[in-house]
């Protein structure tokens, strides 16, 4: 279930968001890695994960409850 909601996250984000939350949170690039990837600078890669945890946080209100839930089965 935690997957299909990871998937789901992910494909309402925009494909730059999508691309910046995989570089930093699936492949656990560092802030400056995932801008040097991207071309783009640090603080934008910030801007971005923030932007992208918003819109995430909107639409799947119930998603950190599940989060917690799964990491506290391991």
Do not use: Y
């Amino acid at each position: 279930e935690t997957d299909q909601l990871i998937r789901c996250a992910l494909a309402s984000l925009t494909e730059r968001q999508r691309t910046c939350m995989t570089l930093r949170f699936l492949n656990e690039l560092s802030v400056s890695q995932a801008a040097a990837a991207m071309g783009i600078t640090d603080n934008a890669v910030k801007t971005m994960t923030w932007r992208a945890l918003q819109a995430i946080r909107r639409e799947f209100p119930h998603a950190r409850t599940l989060a917690r839930a799964a990491l506290s089965d391991r």
